[in-house]
């Protein structure tokens, strides 16, 4: 059965989360199961005005992101650049590109936070982390499937230090069987 668990964290520049990236495919996780999101400081004047005419709700653009981002975070599957009405012009690569693409079409808190929230996270962290991104901070995100897989996540992003690491996405799993079974009873 696929676990939905995510490990998330903040890394504090493009370098440190590079080097994260890279650990955690030196350690098997595959690129489509891991995300980044930062503030686009390259062109966010041109891309904001250039896209925010053809969708006020949230313009999305793929082509040319990736070289904004350069090096091991652009090797990241659908890099893209996102403009999120109230939060800013972003890059984001991989799952979090859709996640945060529906939230910015219309979800009802929208932006990082909602799409965060669509992860998972509380509300409240994930407003914390939105303002934290919005700040220069780099959200990374890698899916797990497992137990094994969330420790060494963790261990990774920790021993490269990373900061605010949380595991979401499998609030009560484990326990559901064996409650729905004594329920039965």
Excluded at 142 to 153: G, L, Y
């Amino acid at each position: 059965m696929a676990s939905n668990t995510s490990v998330i964290s903040l890394a504090s520049s493009e370098a440190q989360a590079a080097g994260i990236v890279t650990d955690l495919q030196n350690a098997g996780f595959s690129n489509s199961d891991i995300s980044a999101l930062l503030p686009d400081k390259r062109a966010t004047r041109d891309f904001a005005h250039e896209n925010s005419t053809k969708a006020p709700e949230g313009a999305i653009g793929g082509v040319g992101a990736g070289g904004a981002v350069g090096g091991t975070l652009g090797l990241l599957a659908g890099v893209g650049a996102l403009a999120i009405p109230g939060v800013g012009p972003f890059i984001a690569a991989g799952p979090i590109m859709a996640a945060l693409s529906g939230a910015a079409a219309g979800a009802a808190v929208g932006g990082i936070a909602g799409a965060l929230i669509g992860m998972g996270i509380p509300e409240i962290e994930a407003k914390q982390y939105e303002e934290k991104v919005k700040g220069g901070r780099i959200l990374l995100s890698v899916h797990v499937d497992d137990s094994d897989k969330r420790s060494q996540a963790k261990k990774i992003l920790a021993n490269a230090g990373a900061d605010d690491v949380v595991t979401v996405g499998e609030q009560g799993v484990p326990e559901a069987p064996h409650a729905q079974h004594a329920a039965s009873r």
